[in-house]
């Protein structure tokens, strides 16, 4: 009952919401105006600058152990650790030969000279030491296999990141992802294509 006599109330006594019920009163039914601002009034006018990210397409294979992004000239090569080596090894695969040198076909034919990088990535499990140098020494591995398969005079730089440059979360909701993690332990090829 309160609450209700409160409501109707503030309505009474609110101006030009409802008519006034006190006698003799006009209700106001316009609608207040807005108050205009001095004629002295000045103000910056400012542009919203907003950046805008490079949006990246990225080709996977079938299979899913390969893709490859571009950005402007650059061309990025990822295999999977997992179709290159056994768990925790360096050693590659007979498989990961066979990837390798459709890989350095691809450099071959379609870079455009400079340094090729060679990048070794694992996931977010075992210690950050561990991580980096496993990665090491797979992206190590991958540049001697490389360097074999492409002509003299290209000069590759091996280099392992561990688990600091993830492709995708290894972890969402608190939740281990395999699939994510499978795709972060990866050795990169990147580089700059003909123009």
């Not at 650790?81 to 450099?107: E, I, M, P």
């Not at 379609?110 to 210690?127: F, L, S």
């Amino acid at each position: 009952m309160f609450r209700s006599l409160s409501v109707a109330l503030a309505l009474v006594l609110s101006p030009g919401l409802v008519p006034s019920l006190v006698p003799g009163l006009v209700p106001s039914l316009s609608p207040t105006p807005v108050p205009s601002p001095p004629a002295d009034a000045t103000g910056a006018v400012e542009d919203l600058v907003l950046p805008v990210e490079d949006i990246v397409g990225e080709v996977e294979s079938m299979d899913g152990a390969e893709s490859e992004s571009k950005v402007g000239q650059q061309v990025t090569v990822a295999v999977t650790s997992d179709v290159l080596f056994a768990v925790d090894k360096w050693q590659l695969t007979a498989k990961a030969r066979q990837r390798l040198a459709k890989v350095a076909a691809k450099v071959a034919a379609e870079g455009a000279g400079g340094v090729v990088k060679v990048e070794g990535h694992t996931d977010d499990q075992g210690t950050d030491a561990y991580n980096v140098t496993l990665s090491q020494r797979r992206a190590r591995a991958v540049e001697v296999e490389v360097r074999r398969l492409l002509p003299a005079g290209v000069t590759l730089e091996a280099h392992g990141y561990g688990e600091s440059r993830p492709k995708v979360p290894n972890v969402i909701d608190g939740k281990p992802v395999a699939e994510n993690r499978a795709k972060n332990r990866r050795v990169e090829i990147v580089f700059t294509a003909k123009g």
